[in-house]
DNA sequence: TCCATGTGCTACGATATTAATAGCGCTAGC
DNA sequence: GCTAGCGCTATTAATATCGTAGCACATGGA
């Protein structure tokens, strides 16, 4: 549950995708991929994530640990999952 | 992303969870279950999650729909991912 | 040296989200 | 009628998030 609580953050699955996905990624590079976040909520993410030894800081910029990795196979089939999903929604209206 | 929009809010995740995992729950079960939810927040999420077609209010209380079995077949993983995570986590201190 | 640029990050006020508590209307059983 | 449980709402306060501006530092020219 603690594992929920933490990624049920706003920008939290956000910021592990897209440093899973895209390799070092600097801080201002989050903020434009994620569409708008504001820095402060950005930082307090990276701190949290830091602190939990999912992402840290090397020379290019943010890069996603081990732990990450592997924790992004197993949400990365929610793609195929939500593409489906995304499809049969306005079905049902 | 809108998954992820979606996935990222409070309890959200948490709701899934427990209505996959434990059947039917009605609303005070769920209240109860995720550790102290208030209701309005959690009437929110549960129109949010019916609007997107994961749970339903059947007469037994809520369940989760096909498509909500098939995410949570998704994220059921992460519960052996989270205990690996726990574990190490003490030890980098 | 001075300026410009880019970095990670912070401060601050405004806005939006969540929490906590109480309670409504309804139904079923006694 | 009374009690209890249900899904759900109202209201106010606490908290999180946003948006904007800016800091301190490093790098790289002119």
Redesign the interface.
């Known amino acids: 549950?603690?594992?929920?609580d933490l990624?049920?953050?706003?920008?939290?699955?956000?910021v592990i995708?897209q440093v899973s996905e895209h390799g070092p990624l600097s801080f201002r590079a989050l903020e434009a991929r994620c569409?708008g976040v504001s820095p402060s909520v950005l930082n307090t993410r990276l701190k949290e994530l830091r602190e939990?030894?999912l992402i840290w800081l090397g020379k290019d910029g943010y890069e996603a640990t081990e732990?990450c990795l592997?924790?992004f196979q197993?949400?990365e089939?929610?793609r195929d999952?939500?593409h489906a999903?995304?499809e049969?929604?306005p079905e049902?209206e």
């Open positions: 549950m603690a594992l929920l990624l049920g953050r706003r920008w939290c699955l956000g995708w569409g939990a030894n732990q592997e924790l197993l949400i089939p929610m999952w939500s999903w995304a049969m929604l049902l």
